[in-house]
């Protein structure tokens, strides 16, 4: 099976309606699998423009009709998780099938602060995820009444109205790269696991610590897909590479453990192969330009049906 290669859009880096419209519209036309977001308020300082996320997912389903797209990832933090299952489940609904429900703890406290938003330690934000799984996991699965209490978000008698029309609802991505919390939690309720800016040694030796802990409960290995965030430069020629790696321009070989996919098409093609051979089955490449539609046209060239 082809690797599947999409986008990766930093929502808190100045993304507008236009931009989104015209990063949407290149990935359906240049024949990339996907697109992801990120789901903050903020990342500065500076602050810049930003999208709320499930809204302009919705754009997303309403503007597109092959991509698959979603969140990576939406913190527990923000918002109760019955809100954003029923969110996440009718997106996807009115897209056909095609929302991926990102989920994690939310880890920036800036924003947190800024914007009013408690920030518990990491041992209080692990318990409200593991919560949240549950709780999405059950409503999604069961058509009967759902009562759970948890530490921090709790259900009595609730059910999930309409139901999602996909069995099971929209697939739940856990992102991470942990492996004593986040990879755990991946095995139980992921049917995807996001590496994130991992080299190829440390992406290896995730993998086979998530496999690892399939075999143990007793889950097949290939329920959970694989998949990595990682950010890529990729330029024509040498002069255009020199031009956007300024001082970090160095020879392809030494970029290999790099967190980072970096250099010539043919370089990128081979980095990416390498991630694909380890296990990868799919790639969420960072593009930090928004603007630059050209770029993303010469990486759909490079990628698309070749890894």
Known sequence: ??????????????????RWDALLKAAEDYGLQSVFRSDHYTIGPPDDNSLECFISLTYAALHTKRIEFGQLVSPTTFRQPVLTARMAAQID??????????LGTGWHDREHHQYGIPFFDQNIRYEMFEDALEITTRLYRQEEPVTYQGKHFSLNGAVLLPRPARKN???????GNGPNRTLPLAAKYADEWNAVHLTLGDFKARNERLNELLDAI????????????????????????????GDQFQAADALV????????????????????????DRIMLMWQDQTDIE????????????V
């Open 169 to 175: 609802g929209p697939p739940i991505i856990i992102g």
């Open 257 to 280: 453990e790099w967190k980072r996919i970096i250099g010539l098409p043919e370089q990128v093609l081979e980095q990416v192969g390498r991630y694909a051979e380890a296990g990868m």
């Open 295 to 306: 770029g993303i046209h010469l990486l759909a060239e490079t990628l698309v049906g070749k």
């Open 1 to 18: 099976m082809a690797t599947g290669i999409g986008l990766m859009i930093e929502g808190q880096w100045g993304l507008t309606w236009a």
């Open 218 to 245: 007793g889950r097949p290995r290939t329920e959970v897909r694989r998949s990595l965030m990682i950010p890529v430069t990729i330029a024509p020629n040498e002069a255009e590479l020199k031009k956007k790696l």
């Open 93 to 102: 609904d009115l897209s056909g099938g095609r929302l991926c429900l990102g």
